[in-house]
């Protein structure tokens, strides 16, 4: 079993920056992608960013690459979004979940196994 547990979000105005984390327990994680999704109001829940565990490989939706940076720290069997530069379309609640399968990217929601509970990010214009 896994557990996932986010924090860092908030409210922030349009331009500003805030940086989730997301600390994992149960299984190790050596095989896993983790990633960041969102789900905005009314809308489904789209992909935001992912991580490999072992490389650190990251990859990022077009809507966010050059403002939101992934990273982890295998020691704390962490994982961090740095979102920069916000738009009011960030708004939404953002999960992070892990992905169990060793060769694949999990771009689609779907394909990840395990989710954490969520935190709000609210971006005011």
């Known amino acids: 079993q896994v557990q996932l547990v986010e924090s860092g979000g908030g409210l922030v105005q349009a331009g500003g920056s805030l940086r989730l984390s997301c600390a994992a327990s149960?299984?190790?994680?050596?095989?896993?992608?983790m990633g960041w999704v969102r789900q905005a109001p009314g809308k489904e829940r789209e992909f935001v960013a992912a991580?490999?565990?072992?490389?650190?490989?990251?990859y990022y939706a077009d809507s966010v690459k050059e403002r939101f940076t992934i990273t982890r720290d295998n020691a704390k069997n962490t994982v961090y979004l740095q979102m920069n530069s916000l738009e009011p379309e960030d708004t939404a609640i953002y999960y992070c979940?892990?992905?169990?399968?060793?060769?694949?990217?999990?771009?689609?929601?779907?394909?990840?196994?395990?989710w954490g509970q969520g935190t709000q990010v609210t971006v005011s214009s």
């Open positions: 991580i490999t565990w072992i490389l650190g490989r990251t």
């Open positions: 979940a892990a992905h169990m399968a060793a060769g694949s990217i999990p771009y689609k929601p779907s394909q990840y196994d395990y």
């Open positions: 149960g299984r190790t994680f050596n095989s896993y992608t």
